[in-house]
Each structure stands twice: as structure tokens, then as C-alpha cells.
């Protein structure tokens, strides 16, 4: 089997069409909102270019640097492809993820293009054959669908088209003396790691690569990197100017820190378990789901029987790799596995999460060069066996890829599909249970309705179960129960939602929700509760306000009535509506003169109502002094003639 140069990358090429065209009609999924549709940088179009090279590239849509994250992050130039692909096309989805695509093709074919400079001459199609099936079982890998598949991960993609085309010119000008060789790949890579950061391993591994594989000597490769190293140190220093010191610190809370309750040696046995997971990952890439967030992972000790396979199989990679230390190939290909993602490892800072498939977008390449060289090594005997195994591999890979494209269709579909593999995590239940009372909204049958909000409550319960104080399936729980009418349970749940963050501003708006659609049904005690839930927060005179009415006029509780608006007006004396209603008590309970002075305070911030005079009449009429009931009593149908018709 021979194909030519074109003919290789012409595959490589239609094998990445053929899996990812789905992802064309798909939308805006997870953080896209963050690097995008919900970035006011980022939506100034080409005028907020200048503002992704001075800022945090998270700024543009917390409005400030929030910490959340270990290291920072300064990615200045996807952010302005985001700025100039949204000042192009807006908020056309299917323009960002045809880019995707395209990034991911060139990818491919530099993989296929460096690999024909790694390997050695000697068979020539025997070369271009190893280099093809890698770059194909490369893009066809499972792992690689959260990168294609969610437009956010242009970072990944852009930083990774630029550090292979480093690569590839470094390759391609060792023969030469020409400045290129020195200049250019430090350019590339100076792009790359504005993209994103985590390419800074290349300023290593591309000088390396000539040295284990193309036998370059000591001196030469040194010379070789020293440009590469110069475009870290520029980088760091260019993003230490804009954005500071890397910031090491997380948030102190378990859904921005997985190992916060977790011990030292513990956190480190569960590092390794992870190690495990992407080595498993890595051969057999199902099921996949983009959720590895607490308790996805378990926290672990060096006593599981998992912790302990995965000490001993990488042992068994360290010994393989002794065994075979003339090998220089294998050897560079087993340490790009380990540098390509050791910046995600948790080993040097806490990344905010257990693992996540898209880190091993790299780390896959020495899988796919490992996974073909070893096929074709132990079968070299039978031709037809290789090519079947090789297509074998490429075609389930495939096939996983193609099954696993649909679930980033929406944040709908990739919540209801990966909390059936992430089932053990907090974050997975609740974007389930988000996904289903949003669902709940849009549908107009009451019966399937109250079916989704069901299903999204048995969801948030499990979340909180499973981390009782996590805020976000608190406060949806609360809203679900109370879309279902459920608003007794449904205040349980505000009320923690106080405990846990003081004064949401939306467990504010959704407990008011909940006060005034339970007096509406009548359920004043419920209605009570929730409105001096509300004065816990803040005092508002609509608070005292709605609460006195449903003492006085609902319940027919006078003193009750007069004694909550007394309150009110302890913090709103001016406020008109709180006066009126007090005066209206007093005139109930038969004082007219106190109820006067109530209407009279009232009308000074009101002076055009027509019911104040009115009941200042009254009050007038019931004290005998008919001159000033009439004259107020004109008034009042002077100001609202619709009046006389009461």
C-alpha cells in the first residue's frame, strides 16, 4: 500500500471531516459563554483586541480578575480571534466550529509531516505508511472530541497548530544555516503559548527531539533551543507585566479545589489514580464525559487496588523504557507522553479539578506513535494482519469519535448524556437537573411539565447529597419546587441558599417569587415565612408592606398588621404606602385622629393620590367634622373622578 504525500494528508483530512461535520449545527456549549457570547471583550469585536493583550483573559466576562483559577490566564491571542471571529460572523455558531475543524486538519497533517522527518529514510514507503496510520489514528481518537467538538477549545487547538509548526520548521531547516532554523520556531512558539500557555513544554521537547531521534550532538541542540527558551522567558515576562506573579492560590471551596478536604498523601494517591484513568483513556476511550469534578474521582489512599495498579503499571513503562534505553525514539516518545501534560498533572499546582480528557489532546500523539510502532513490530510477519489491526483501531476509534460527537450538541444534551457516566458528581447532577427546569420553562403541556421539573428535582437531590453546601443545586432546587408549586419545600431551600451566599441577589427575586405566589394560593403562613425570610437579607418597604396586608386584610389580625408596619416605617418613615396602610389600621380599629396622621404623612411624598384624601375624608366624616371630610373627600374625586363610581 503507497500513497503519496498529498495523497496521505487528503485522508487525514477527510478522516477529520467525516467525524466532525455533526458538530457544524451545533451551538455554544459550557465555557464558550465565557470566552464569547457572555465576553464583553470579546463581543467589541475587533475593537477588543487591544483589551485581550492587557487583561486577564478571564476579565472580559467576570468584568474582573475572581482567582478562581491556579496559574491565571493570559491568552491573549485566541481571545482575539474570538473578538475578530464575532465582529465577522457574531453569534453564528457554525462559523466557530468550521474553524475548529480547519485548525484540527492542519494539526493533523503537521503530525503527518513531522513524523516523515522523525522516522529514518531508509524504506521510504514503509515511512510514509507509519506516519500516516499515526496521524490517523491520532485524528481519529475519542479523546480529541471535547477539543473539536467545543469552540472554547480553540485556545487548545491554536496553541498546538502554532507549537507543531514550530516543530515541523525546526525539522525542516536542520540542514540549513539559514537564520530560519533560530528564528522562526521561536516566533511560532512565542504564538503558540499567547494562544495558551500549556505549549511551554515544546521550548524542550522539539530541540529534544532532534537530539534523541536525529542524534543531533549536545552542542548543536543547545544552540538549536536556546531561541525557544528565549520565547518562554519573553512570554513570562510579557504576562507577568500584564496580569502578575502566577497566582497559585484557589478558591477555598471543593468545586474550585477537588483535594480541599483531602490530606497530603491522600491527594497524591489520588493523583495517580488519575494517571490510571488516562492511561485506560487512552486505550480504551469509553465512556467519555467532561465532567471529572468531585466526587467523579473518589479521594483515595495508597491502599486502593487501583492506586496500586497504577503504580505498577507506569513502573512497568519506567522499566520498559530502561530495558529499551538504546532506543531513543521510544524514549522520546514516552517523555513526551509525561512533559506533554505534565502541566495538568496537579503535581506543580492544583488545576481545579480531578483530570479532564482534553489534556491528554497531546499527550494522545505518543499513544497513536507508540500503539502503530508496536503493530507494526510483533506483526511484522503478516501484512494482512497489521493493515487489519491498523484499520481496526482507526475505524473504533472512529466510530467512538463519531458516536461521541452529538452529546456537544447543547449544554441540554451534554448534561443529560455525561451525568450517566459522571453519576458521582455534584457538578454533573446539577447541570442535569438545570438542563431539565429549563426544559420545564419552555414547555407549555402542564403534565410533561411537571414531568421534567420531577426528573431535574431527583437530579439537584442527588447533587446535594452528594455535596450538601454546594450553592448552584441549592438555589435551582429551590426555583424547580418552586415552578412545581411547591413552594413550603421550595423555601427550605432559599433559606439555605442565605446561609451559604447572604443576599443572592437571585435567591432574593426567587424568595419574593415564592411570597407572593403563596398568598395568591391563599397559603398566608408560607407567605409570612417567606417575607420575613426576605427582611433576614434586606429591609424593603414592599416587604413590611405586603406582610401587614396579609395580617390586616387577610387574616383579619389588626394588631399584628399595625405592629409590622410599625417596623416598616422604623426604617422608611417617609415611605408613603407604609403610612397609608398603618393609617388604614387605625381607622380600622375605630382611632380616625392617629389614622389622619398616618394619610397626612403619607400624602406628603404622594400629594396627587386620591385614595389618601379619600380615606382622610372618611377619617373626617367619623369624627363629626363633615366641612373637612367634604372638602377632602372633593379632592379626592378631583384627583381621580373613577372614585365616585366606588
Request: glycine letters at 6%.
Amino acid at each position: 500500500m503507497k500513497l503519496a504525500k498529498r495523497q496521505s494528508e487528503l485522508l487525514i483530512a477527510a478522516l477529520a471531516v467525516l467525524i466532525y461535520f455533526l458538530s457544524l449545527g451545533h451551538g455554544f456549549v459550557l465555557d464558550d459563554k465565557i470566552v464569547i457570547t457572555h465576553n464583553e471583550f470579546t463581543k467589541k469585536g475587533f475593537d477588543g483586541i487591544g483589551d485581550a493583550f492587557f487583561n486577564d483573559s478571564m476579565t472580559g466576562f467576570f468584568g474582573k480578575d475572581k482567582k478562581l483559577v491556579a496559574g491565571g490566564r493570559y491568552r491573549p491571542l485566541t481571545m482575539s480571534l474570538h473578538a475578530a471571529e464575532y465582529q465577522i460572523f457574531g453569534e453564528n455558531a457554525l462559523a466557530y466550529h468550521l474553524i475548529n475543524i480547519l485548525l484540527y486538519i492542519f494539526i493533523g497533517i503537521l503530525v503527518y509531516r513531522i513524523l516523515l522527518r522523525l522516522f529514518p529514510p531508509e524504506i521510504e514507503g514503509q515511512r510514509n505508511l507509519n506516519a500516516l496510520f499515526i496521524s490517523l489514528v491520532y485524528m481519529a481518537h475519542p479523546l480529541h472530541t471535547e477539543v473539536v467538538a467545543n469552540i472554547k477549545s480553540q485556545d487548545e487547538l491554536l496553541s498546538i497548530l502554532f507549537a507543531f509548526s514550530a516543530w515541523e520548521l525546526f525539522l525542516k531547516n536542520l540542514d540549513t544555516k539559514s537564520w530560519k532554523v533560530y528564528v522562526l520556531p521561536a516566533v511560532l512558539l512565542f504564538l503558540s503559548l499567547l494562544s495558551k500557555e500549556s505549549s511551554v513544554a515544546f521550548a524542550l521537547l522539539i530541540p529534544l527531539s532532534g537530539f534523541m531521534i536525529l542524534r543531533l550532538d549536545i552542542k548543536k541542540t543547545l544552540i538549536l533551543g536556546a531561541p525557544l527558551i528565549s520565547a518562554v522567558i519573553l512570554y513570562v515576562g510579557m504576562r507577568y507585566m500584564i496580569i502578575g506573579s502566577a497566582k497559585l492560590e484557589v478558591a477555598k471551596e471543593l468545586m474550585n479545589n477537588p483535594f480541599l478536604n483531602a490530606s497530603s498523601s491522600d491527594k497524591f494517591a489520588t493523583i495517580f489514580l488519575t494517571y490510571l484513568e488516562y492511561f485506560r483513556l487512552l486505550v480504551i476511550p469509553h465512556p467519555l464525559t467532561h465532567d471529572y469534578y468531585p466526587k467523579h474521582i473518589p479521594i483515595v489512599s495508597w491502599t486502593d487496588v487501583k492506586v496500586i495498579l497504577s503504580l505498577v503499571v507506569h513502573g512497568a513503562l519506567v522499566v520498559w523504557a530502561y530495558v529499551r534505553r538504546n532506543d531513543r525514539q521510544l524514549l522520546f516518545w514516552m517523555l513526551f507522553y509525561f512533559a506533554s501534560f505534565f502541566l495538568y498533572s496537579n503535581l506543580i499546582f492544583n488545576i481545579g479539578t480531578f483530570m479532564n480528557e482534553r489534556f491528554l489532546f497531546v499527550s494522545s500523539l505518543s499513544y497513536a506513535v507508540l500503539l502503530v510502532t508496536l503493530i507494526q513490530t510483533y506483526f511484522k510477519k503478516s501484512e494482512k494482519l497489521r493493515m487489519a489491526l491498523l484499520l481496526g483501531f482507526i475505524i473504533i476509534y472512529g466510530a467512538l469519535s463519531l458516536m461521541r460527537v452529538p452529546a456537544w450538541e447543547s449544554d441540554r444534551t451534554l448534561a443529560l448524556t455525561d451525568v450517566e457516566v459522571s453519576s458521582n458528581s455534584a457538578k454533573a447532577q446539577m447541570a442535569a437537573g438545570s438542563a431539565y427546569l429549563d426544559w420545564a420553562k419552555e414547555e407549555r403541556i402542564e403534565s410533561k411539565k411537571l414531568q421534567y421539573l420531577n426528573k431535574g428535582i431527583k437530579h439537584l437531590a442527588r447533587s446535594l447529597e452528594i455535596y450538601p453546601r454546594y450553592f448552584p443545586p441549592t438555589i435551582l432546587m429551590g426555583n424547580s419546587l418552586a415552578e412545581a408549586g411547591r413552594y413550603k419545600e421550595s423555601l427550605i431551600y432559599f433559606k439555605t441558599c442565605f446561609q451559604l451566599n447572604p443576599k443572592h441577589p437571585d435567591a432574593l427575586n426567587n424568595s419574593l417569587f415564592v411570597a407572593q405566589r403563596s398568598a395568591e394560593k391563599k397559603d398566608f403562613v408560607n407567605a409570612i415565612q417567606a417575607y420575613e425570610l426576605l427582611l433576614t437579607q434586606e429591609k424593603k418597604p414592599i416587604y413590611f408592606s405586603a406582610l401587614g396586608e396579609i395580617y390586616g386584610k387577610e387574616l383579619q389580625n389588626l394588631e399584628e398588621s399595625k405592629q409590622v408596619l410599625m417596623r416598616g416605617i422604623e426604617y422608611f418613615p417617609q415611605d408613603s404606602d407604609l403610612n397609608q396602610k398603618l393609617g388604614v389600621v387605625y381607622a380600622m380599629q375605630g382611632k380616625p385622629r392617629d389614622a389622619i396622621g398616618f394619610f397626612e404623612r403619607a400624602l406628603e411624598q404622594n400629594p396627587n393620590n386620591g385614595h389618601l384624601y379619600l380615606n382622610i375624608g372618611i377619617a373626617y366624616r367619623s369624627l363629626g367634622q363633615t366641612e373637612l371630610a367634604e372638602k377632602n373627600i372633593s379632592k379626592a374625586l378631583e384627583l381621580e373622578p373613577s372614585l365616585r363610581d366606588g
